[in-house]
């Protein structure tokens, strides 16, 4: 393994084996994400909020340019400056060069991810500036000579007891405080002199209004209308991805971001600033040394943003409005922090994305691999940003330019793997035992203590071409139901059809779910064919190796086309496929003539997660089971592909149909394996480290353990050493017939 993976792994095993890290990143990750998910309780519709919310993201960068020239006209009118900074070294010299002017001495600064981009605190000392951090976490990250771990919550990876012996050290207090509202005073009392003081105050803005020229500022603190309003001197620094077009956009925002970011229903303080406050300078009874009027300047860097506007792939990462819910929503960042996890500044996946935006390819494939794409990020995004598919077209991108390496194209041809081990099952399953093997593997950067999947005989293609001719005529006499668009209408005409999505592992590796499935369908009167497809896609796409399945996707759509027009809804019993299917299939085609192909949409409409499918039947009233009555408890680790797609507990709801059977789900992030990801040498521990939170919910109940991805399964035997089946093979042990 490169030098470059030895050193992350060492970063990541070190923060797993920090205690004191993994308790400040446990208790305040957990409270977070519980926050934000109880601030959606009620009559808020959060799914017609975050539409809402990225189309106008999506029109205020289609028309930045524009909206970016009616700013300066708007704070031009208001007696303001507004500067336009090409890089980031442009925006510190224009803030440095109006401290020198104006003789600052000390500039006091509120929160800004901004400026922590362009090192803008360094380039004023350099200058002879003293600056002073006025939100309670950068005081203390700025203390400690350290760079922000979260967007929202800079210091989240320090404890209590950190921050007072931090105090006490720096501040030189013999004896510091205790409890948090001590700690909160004693930074008061002394940084509310230093507002006095300070010549020229510095922040950001979450938003910028065309319209009206207006900063929009939301905080806890009270801090940033101090640092705005009582210096002489405001200068705002903003990327110009803030700006948004009118001032009646920000109820969207004010909706999403506060509950998103903090689980708040509103900050304690949401401030409007337009151009140079209009009121006198006060100086509190001060020499009246400072000068007497007011200036405000708006420095608007562009640091490559420009350029990601003009870049059909990666213009969403213009969409994120820096809320950090997707870091408390990721499972890899929940237990390593920003500082492993991130470039400088920005944290998480959506902080690669960020670091290739402005920093280029070299910063970014640092940390671009701890992206696992499981898509809970997306999730709980308030405008929808897709970090991980931003992330996978990064990668790409650094394959292009540094290269692919064996271990990624080995991992990419899971159909190519399944094959061969299929064909030489015996030999291949006590080869890949074999301690020769994990020698091999571990010289390829792959985990050698990782057990390998083991190859069925008899693919599940086989196994259905074997049986009797009978039991298929009826799918391919039925022939085309032109006049039924709908499964609904499908099922309304007759008995329901369905052509399972053949997953590579699922055909080569476990056979048996897809013969669970096929005798659930039957038992329920539904006709069922194999859809000859190529490999949906998705573990070529996790290497970032898009040319390949681009070619499977459009031999796909072909046949899945074909079958739906044959009156057949698409099943899927991997998650990860379905999610190719409905979601990364556009994105994977944007590029290409088939973009706005009917057939994506028709993929889209017709393709089912299986337990999605089963309970669309019941509500139908088309599913009629005979189940017998199971004395038993089904432990069930939900899906991240399942949960991102929007079908919540899907398997829950399905077990729950089997009479006399007990059902208890189990909240997790992740299962940590995620395809390839917990077989490469440098995350394995991580690997681990995020499954054994979720093994120690498992084994804390006693049942059958039951989960519907392939990765999760593996993960969870190889940790808890029970047996895991997917939903259809508890729902098949249970029929009747």
């Not at 977070?32 to 999506?58: C, F, I």
């Not at 971001?257 to 337009?274: H, N």
């Not at 990860?576 to 299939?585: A, K």
Request: aromatic letters at 4%; proline letters at 4%; hydrophobic letters at 40%.
């Amino acid at each position: 393994m490169a030098r470059a993976g030895a050193d992350l792994a060492e970063r990541i095993q070190k923060a797993l084996d920090d205690p004191v890290l993994q308790k400040a990143m446990r208790n305040a990750m957990a409270t977070l994400y519980q926050r934000r998910t109880a601030a959606w309780s009620g009559d808020v519709d959060l799914e017609d909020l975050r539409a809402r919310a990225r189309a106008l993201k999506e029109e205020a960068i289609a028309r930045n340019d524009e909206l970016l020239d009616l700013l300066e006209e708007r704070v031009s009118e208001r007696s303001g400056h507004l500067y336009r900074a090409a890089t980031a070294a442009d925006a510190t010299a224009y803030i440095a060069d109006l401290a020198r002017a104006r003789g600052v001495r000390t500039v006091v600064k509120s929160k800004s991810m901004t400026s922590e981009e362009v090192h803008l605190n360094a380039a004023l000392e350099a200058a002879g500036v003293e600056v002073l951090e006025t939100d309670l976490g950068e005081r203390i990250i700025q203390l400690a000579g350290e760079r922000p771990s979260h967007l929202v919550v800079p210091a989240i990876h320090k404890t209590k007891e950190d921050v007072i012996r931090l105090f006490a050290e720096t501040m030189k207090i013999a004896d510091p405080p205790t409890e948090a509202e001590g700690l909160t005073r004693l930074v008061r009392e002394d940084l509310r002199a230093r507002f006095l003081e300070a010549e020229m105050g510095v922040t950001g803005a979450n938003f910028v209004v065309a319209e009206t020229g207006t900063l929009v500022l939301v905080e806890n603190e009270g801090n940033i209308r101090l640092t705005s309003q009582l210096p002489p001197i405001h200068v705002a620094l903003v990327g110009r991805e803030k700006i948004i077009p009118r001032l009646a956009d920000l109820a969207v925002y004010l909706e999403l971001l506060p509950r998103s970011g903090t689980g708040q229903l509103l900050t304690s303080y949401v401030s409007l600033i337009t151009g140079t406050p209009s009121t006198d300078l006060l100086d509190f009874g001060g020499a009246g040394e400072r000068p007497r009027e007011r200036e405000f300047h708006l420095v608007v860097l562009d640091n490559g943003r420009s350029a990601a506007a003009r870049d059909p792939e990666l213009r969403e990462a213009l969409y994120c409005i820096r809320c950090g819910a997707c870091l408390n929503a990721c499972a890899p960042y929940r237990l390593v922090g920003g500082h492993v996890y991130g470039g400088d500044p920005y944290p998480g996946g959506i902080g690669c994305a960020w670091t290739y935006l402005t920093q280029g390819a070299e910063e970014a494939k640092q940390t671009n691999g701890l992206c696992t794409t499981c898509a809970r990020c997306t999730e709980v995004c308030p405008t929808k940003v897709d970090i991980p598919w931003l992330n996978t077209v990064i990668k790409e991108r650094l394959n292009r330019k540094l290269g692919v390496g064996l271990r990624e194209r080995v991992f990419a041809r899971t159909d190519l793997l399944g094959r061969a081990g299929g064909a030489l099952a015996p030999v291949a399953n006590k080869v890949g035992g074999s301690a020769p093997a994990a020698r091999a593997l571990e010289r390829m950067g792959i985990d050698g203590g990782r057990q390998l999947p083991t190859y069925a005989r008899r693919s599940l293609e086989a196994w259905f071409s074997a049986r009797p001719e009978a039991d298929k005529a009826a799918i391919r006499a039925a022939g085309p139901t032109p006049t039924a668009t709908s499964s609904a209408e499908r099922t309304a005409a007759g008995a329901p059809r369905v052509a399972l999505f053949v997953d590579c592992f699922v055909n080569h590796n476990l056979p048996q779910v897809g013969q669970a499935a096929v005798r659930v369908f039957e038992a329920a009167g539904v006709q069922v064919v194999l859809a000859h497809n190529s490999c949906c896609g998705r573990p070529a796409v996790s290497q970032g190796i898009l040319g390949l399945p681009r070619g499977w996707a459009v031999t796909n759509l072909e046949e899945l086309a074909r079958l739906i027009g044959q009156g057949c809804d698409v099943v899927c019993l991997e998650p990860s496929c379905l999610s190719m299917l409905r979601e990364d299939y556009r994105r994977l085609l944007e590029a290409t003539d088939l973009a706005d192909d009917r057939r994506i949409d028709l993929i889209e409409e017709h393709s089912y997660d299986v337990s999605e499918y089963l309970l669309l039947m019941r509500s139908r009233g088309a599913l009629h089971l005979p189940l017998a009555h199971l004395d038993d408890t089904f432990v069930v680790h939900g899906h991240c592909h399942q949960k991102s797609l929007g079908l919540g507990s899907v398997p829950v709801d399905l077990l729950r149909l089997i009479p006399g059977a007990s059902v208890v789900e189990v909240e997790a992030l992740c299962c940590g394996l995620v395809g390839s990801f917990g077989y490469k040498k440098e995350y394995a521990a991580l690997s681990t480290a995020i499954g054994g939170q979720l093994f120690e919910k498992l084994t804390a109940h006693e049942g059958t353990i039951i989960a519907s991805g392939i990765s999760c399964r593996s993960q969870i035997q190889l940790g808890t050493g029970r047996p895991v089946l997917h939903p259809v093979e508890a729902l098949a042990a249970a029929l009747l017939v």
